[in-house]
């Protein structure tokens, strides 16, 4: 399980971290970019997690079953149930998530 410092920044600090760390994902301009940036910082396990969720997202669009997905992708309902909920309260996430699929 992925572990946090118990030493927390103050909130202007993090939102500082985290407009940096989106800023740095936008100036990326490959897949091998991408990968070589996320494959650093992430784990195998923080990757694949991302990944199967991705292709929940994109499964969820298609129409699939939550059975499908949990059968496809081994995930559990509560993750499936996020997404999906996702998908139909954010417009922003769905067109991107659909965006993705092209």
């Known amino acids: 399980?992925?572990?946090?410092?118990?030493?927390?920044l103050n909130d202007a600090e993090l939102q500082s971290l985290?407009?940096?760390?989106?800023?740095?994902l936008a100036a990326l301009r490959t897949v091998k970019d991408v990968e070589?940036?996320?494959?650093g910082f992430l784990t195998h396990t923080e990757i694949k997690m991302f990944a199967k969720r991705l292709a929940a997202a994109k499964m969820l669009l298609r129409d699939a079953s939550y059975a499908e997905i949990r059968q496809t992708l081994k995930l559990?309902?509560?993750p499936i149930a996020r997404i999906n909920n996702?998908?139909?309260?954010?417009?922003?996430?769905?067109?991107?998530v659909a965006k993705s699929i092209l």
Do not use: G, P, V, Y
């Open 1 to 8: 399980m992925t572990k946090i410092s118990r030493l927390q």
């Open 18 to 24: 985290h407009h940096e760390f989106w800023q740095a």
């Open 36 to 39: 070589a940036l996320l494959a």
């Open 76 to 78: 559990t309902d509560t």
């Open 86 to 96: 996702l998908l139909n309260e954010n417009k922003r996430f769905k067109a991107l």
